[in-house]
């Protein structure tokens, strides 16, 4: 059974960091891009930031470059998102997501993958 399990949410304030960890499990991802998506109350999914299999390419939604860096270690099927200079517009659920078939690229869409996190809840107070 495949799983994407999220951790490293919580509360900061305005203009912290944190990381966030997913931790892939059932399969090995090795061979997959990752990505990160945030849902906040009211909105939808959006696109946050993807990464390839080797973890030499990346990609960034508008709202996050210069501020967020994802980051991958294939050895413990683990993705990363960094997040500095937090805004209290981040504050959304994030999830990791994983796509069943294997590609060299980055992933930025929703229906791209197929594999979901249950989330992580990330608040920024101002």
């Known amino acids: 059974q495949v799983q994407l399990v999220e951790s490293g949410g919580g509360l900061v304030q305005a203009g912290g960091s944190l990381r966030l960890s997913c931790v892939a499990s059932?399969?090995?991802?090795?061979?997959?891009?990752m990505g990160w998506f945030r849902q906040a109350p009211g909105k939808e999914r959006e696109f946050v930031a993807g990464?390839?299999?080797?973890?030499?390419?990346?990609y960034y939604g508008d709202s996050v470059k210069g501020r967020f860096t994802i980051s991958r270690d294939n050895a413990k099927n683990t993705v990363y998102l960094q997040m500095n200079s937090l805004k209290p517009e981040d504050t959304a659920v994030y999830y990791c997501?994983?796509?069943?078939?294997?590609?060299?690229?980055?992933?930025?869409?929703?229906?791209?993958?197929?594999?979901w996190g249950q989330g992580t809840q990330v608040t920024v107070s101002s």
């Open positions: 990464i390839n299999w080797s973890g030499g390419l990346t």
């Open positions: 059932g399969r090995t991802f090795s061979s997959v891009g």
């Open positions: 997501a994983a796509p069943i078939k294997p590609g060299p690229g980055v992933i930025g869409t929703y229906d791209g993958y197929d594999y």
